[in-house]
């Protein structure tokens, strides 16, 4: 069976983690798309593995947790009726960020449904070994999904940020500014200074200059949602122990204490190839 040579999957992942498209890989590498994709599913699949196997016992004492928008095949509002909806249209990534280590320890892709804020919030009870100080948007399924994660041993709040008025014409496309905050205590105690979701909104930033499926109005959108998963999966490997933070000069998995050390990325190619 041809296997393509280690160097040259390596050079087509660090083409995805950089944020290239499907196509754009295909040009710079000389490999054909097919064979992308079929190594970002393979890749991508063993990165969701390693980070269920590795983010275990977390030390960390605050998150952060957000949503970033995405879709497969097309938007929601283009759907048909004979379309599969669980496998089309909006899909959501919930992201749990460490805003000391920047570690990420969990994400979930899917639907912005209450299922899967309760899926996500007790994936992300599991890994922590200390009670945290959670902090999130104001999606109303989280406080069901905080309850049921954690209970009583928490520290939980909520931040709202109030934008001023979308800019029309030149500059639309900017981001609008922070008009004012309203921050609300919801369980245990939490400091009030440190209810904030700004960094784990910082890496909803991240995930669309490293993921170009990510991009918005572009065609480069995902195809399919196994497509999708596997970027996703390929990406938090990455960036936890593979890119140095620049803000801490080591990646957020040594920082944290779930890697001694610094992470090639043929490293981590071997360690998920099947």
């Excluded at 944020?19 to 393979?42: F, Q």
């Excluded at 804020?117 to 890994?127: E, I, Q």
């Excluded at 669309?208 to 490997?237: D, G, I, P, Q």
Aim: glycine fraction near 6%; charge should be positive.
């Amino acid at each position: 069976m041809n296997r393509t040579p280690l160097a040259r999957r390596v050079q087509i992942i660090n083409c995805l983690v950089e944020g290239n498209s499907i196509r754009s890989t295909e040009r710079m590498t000389d490999t054909h798309r097919d064979t992308i994709m079929r190594l970002l599913v393979e890749v991508g699949s063993g990165c969701a593995k390693l980070m269920d196997e590795e983010m275990r016992d977390l030390p960390c004492r605050r998150i952060q947790v957000d949503e970033i928008w995405a879709y497969v095949g097309k938007k929601q509002a283009h759907l048909q009726p004979g379309d599969n909806r669980a496998r089309l249209g909006d899909m959501w990534t919930f992201v749990a960020l460490d805003p000391d280590t920047k570690l990420i320890p969990t994400y979930r892709v899917g639907k912005r449904t209450r299922d899967n804020a309760v899926a996500f919030m007790g994936d992300l009870s599991a890994r922590l070994a200390n009670r945290v100080q959670l902090s999130s948007d104001a999606l109303s399924t989280y406080v069901d999904a905080v309850e049921r994660a954690f209970g009583a041993d928490v520290d939980y709040g909520q931040e709202v940020k109030f934008y001023e008025a979308e800019p029309i014409g030149p500059g639309r496309y900017s981001p609008p500014k922070v008009s004012s905050r309203d921050r609300t205590v919801i369980v245990g105690d939490p400091d009030q200074a440190h209810i904030s979701t700004s960094l784990v909104e910082r890496q909803n930033l991240t995930m669309r200059m490293s993921m170009r499926r990510f991009t918005r109005l572009t065609n480069a959108f995902s195809k399919k949602v196994e497509n999708l998963h596997a970027a996703v999966a390929l990406h938090f490997a990455h960036y936890n122990f593979v890119r140095l933070h620049r803000s801490l000069n080591v990646t957020p998995a040594m920082q944290a204490g779930v890697s001694k050390h610094l992470w090639s990325l043929g490293e981590l190619v071997e360690r998920t190839s099947v």
